[in-house]
């Protein structure tokens, strides 16, 4: 009775479990005052450490005590409408005989691995037969395995933007500052995290069973190319941020000069068609005289070609 209320409560606060051996792996989805709770009367953490798993606003981090440790990790979520990512957070409890996982739903690769190890015993006898550090190990694998293609898309949207950027027809300033901005949400995320994993190889082996040497290595390569990937992509920004600013500042430079000869064209020829109607009207010339038409016309000439002539010199057209 006691363990069938038990069962009502964890599918309740959305608490899955999974057991093979020794090991439980507790996965908790979107946790809440509720989730807290109810691992405060299963386990023995710090108060501050359940607290922080519910908060959106830590730093990466690695609590650790005699029994177990507690990580917080950051990921990235990617908005398709607004074209910029936000930074999520997750956390693990980790142990001799348990793996706890608190994570928003927008973490699929937990949701993913877990599914995996329900319906596959061999998936999950080689995830879980070898300690809870291993078990994380895979966790972390595929979460960073599924950044790849964040760093794909990162790539096609600069290529899109190079385009824009030294197309005339087309403003690039916005895109290249959601980009920006994009980038600096995924250095954020993945620049901590490298340095978190570094800390974390060595007190996650006393809660594995085999040695992690090599698989951690595994993993640090690929997060070293993601942030390598990232590096070059903000200087690729960068290139492209100050390249429109400069082709944007020439095509307004190349407007007002435009409109500073057409005004410098007019101002002469208003003044000569001024003096012209005074002269003729104070010596009562007829205006439809032949000869004033072919004389206006010619002064007119001379007078725009000298300052054609005087800008084209000056190279200002």
Same mark, same amino acid.
């Given at each position: @009775?006691?363990?069938?209320?038990?069962?009502?409560? #964890?599918?309740?606060?959305?608490? #899955?479990?999974?057991? $093979? *051996?020794?090991?439980?792996? %507790?996965?908790?989805?979107?946790?809440?005052?509720?989730?807290?709770? !109810?691992?405060?009367?299963?386990?023995?953490?710090?108060? @501050?450490?359940?607290?922080?798993?519910?908060?959106?606003?830590?730093?990466?981090?690695?609590?650790?005590?005699?029994?177990?440790?507690?990580?917080?990790?950051?990921?990235?979520?990617? +908005?398709?409408?607004?074209?910029?990512?936000?930074?999520?957070?997750? =956390?693990?409890?980790? *142990?001799?005989?348990?793996?706890?996982?608190?994570?928003? %739903?927008?973490? #699929?690769?937990?949701?993913?691995?877990?599914?995996?190890? *329900?319906?596959?015993?061999? /998936?999950?006898?080689? !995830? &879980?037969?070898?300690?809870?550090?291993?078990?994380?190990?895979?966790?972390?694998?595929?979460?960073?395995?599924?950044?790849?293609? %964040?760093?794909?898309?990162?790539?096609?949207?600069?290529?899109? /933007?190079?385009?824009?950027?030294?197309? +005339?027809?087309?403003?690039?300033?916005?895109?290249?500052?959601?980009?920006?901005?994009?980038?600096?949400?995924?250095?954020?995320? @993945?620049?901590?995290?490298?340095?978190?994993?570094? +800390?974390?190889?060595?007190?996650?082996?006393?809660?594995? #069973?085999?040695?992690?040497?090599?698989?951690?290595?595994?993993? @640090?390569?690929?997060?070293?190319?993601?942030?390598?990937?990232?590096?070059? =992509?903000?200087?690729?920004?960068?290139? !492209?941020?100050?390249?429109?600013?400069?082709?944007?500042?020439?095509?307004?430079?190349?407007?007002?000069?435009?409109?500073?000869? &057409?005004?410098?064209?007019?101002?002469?020829?208003?003044?000569?068609?001024?003096?012209?109607?005074? !002269? %003729?009207?104070?010596?009562?010339?007829?205006?439809?005289?032949?000869?004033?038409?072919?004389? $206006?016309? $010619?002064?007119?000439? $001379?007078?725009?070609?000298?300052?054609?002539?005087?800008?084209?010199?000056?190279?200002?057209?």
């Amino acid at each position: @009775m006691a363990t069938s209320q038990k069962d009502a409560q #964890k599918k309740q606060i959305n608490i #899955k479990t999974l057991t $093979v *051996g020794d090991l439980t792996w %507790v996965d908790i989805a979107q946790p809440t005052k509720e989730t807290a709770e !109810y691992l405060a009367e299963q386990y023995n953490f710090h108060p @501050m450490d359940l607290e922080d798993s519910l908060s959106i606003r830590q730093l990466a981090k690695i609590e650790e005590y005699p029994k177990y440790l507690f990580i917080v990790f950051h990921f990235q979520t990617y +908005e398709k409408m607004t074209k910029i990512s936000t930074r999520k957070q997750w =956390s693990v409890f980790v *142990g001799d005989k348990f793996l706890i996982t608190l994570h928003p %739903v927008e973490l #699929k690769t937990t949701d993913d691995v877990f599914r995996e190890c *329900g319906l596959n015993a061999e /998936i999950r006898q080689d !995830y &879980m037969g070898h300690g809870a550090g291993y078990l994380l190990y895979q966790i972390l694998d595929r979460a960073v395995d599924s950044y790849f293609p %964040v760093l794909d898309k990162i790539a096609s949207l600069l290529s899109d /933007i190079e385009d824009n950027v030294f197309s +005339e027809q087309i403003e690039a300033a916005e895109e290249l500052s959601t980009l920006r901005r994009d980038i600096v949400t995924q250095r954020r995320v @993945m620049f901590p995290t490298r340095t978190l994993l570094i +800390e974390l190889e060595n007190k996650l082996k006393r809660f594995a #069973k085999i040695d992690l040497t090599i698989y951690y290595s595994d993993l @640090m390569d690929h997060v070293n190319k993601i942030c390598e990937a990232l590096d070059e =992509s903000r200087e690729t920004i960068e290139i !492209y941020k100050d390249a429109d600013y400069l082709l944007s500042s020439y095509r307004a430079n190349r407007g007002i000069r435009l409109q500073t000869v &057409m005004l410098t064209l007019v101002l002469p020829l208003l003044a000569l068609f001024g003096l012209v109607f005074t !002269y %003729v009207t104070l010596h009562g010339i007829d205006v439809s005289s032949p000869h004033i038409f072919p004389i $206006v016309l $010619v002064i007119a000439v $001379v007078i725009i070609g000298g300052i054609l002539f005087v800008f084209r010199r000056r190279r200002l057209i």
